[in-house]
Structures are given as C-alpha cells and as structure tokens.
C-alpha cells in the first residue's frame, strides 16, 4: 500500500478534520492515509469507524501523534505493508 501524509499539528479546530476528511476522500485503492497531528483525535474515531475506516494511532511524543486510516476492507493488506501481520 502506498502511504499519503498529511500534517495537520499546527492547524486550528476544526480545520484538522476537515483536512482529514478531505484527504480521504480522495484516497486511491491500496493507499493509507497518516496524520501526524498533535493530539489524539478521538472525536474523528467515531466518523470513521461508522465510514467503513479501519485506523490506528500511535503517540511519538507528549504532542505529536501519527494517525494512520485505511479503508476496513484493506485492513489485511495495510497490515502487511506496517510489518504488523506475523509469518
């Protein structure tokens, strides 16, 4: 899968998820979206989770986080490309 990034760390509420909402909706087959952003967005978990979005987040620092979004039905195959899936 191909990664698309995006920073939205200095960006005001709401414009995060907007930026965000917009880059997925433009996301191609087999590309994942991250995020580096400087909180944890929990408000955006429910968006995605009710839009078919699988995700994961992983905190680098007390103010930066990498959000990573794919497609639910490429779950297996963004597994594969983060190194997550065991063989």
């Given amino acids: 899968m191909e990664e698309i990034c995006i920073d939205v760390s200095?960006?005001?509420?709401?414009?995060?998820?907007?930026?965000?909402?917009?880059a997925l909706s433009r996301l191609a087959e087999?590309?994942?979206?991250?995020?580096?952003?400087?909180?944890?967005?929990?408000?955006?978990?429910?968006?995605?989770?009710?839009?078919?979005?699988?995700f994961s987040c992983r905190q680098i620092s007390p103010d930066c986080f990498h959000l990573y979004i794919y497609k639910e039905a490429d779950k297996a195959s963004f597994e594969h490309s983060m190194g997550l899936n065991s063989q």
């Fill in 10 to 22: 200095e960006l005001a509420p709401p414009e995060p998820m907007t930026q965000i909402l917009m």
């Fill in 30 to 54: 087999q590309e994942y979206l991250k995020v580096i952003h400087r909180r944890e967005p929990f408000p955006l978990y429910e968006k995605l989770s009710a839009n078919g979005w699988g």
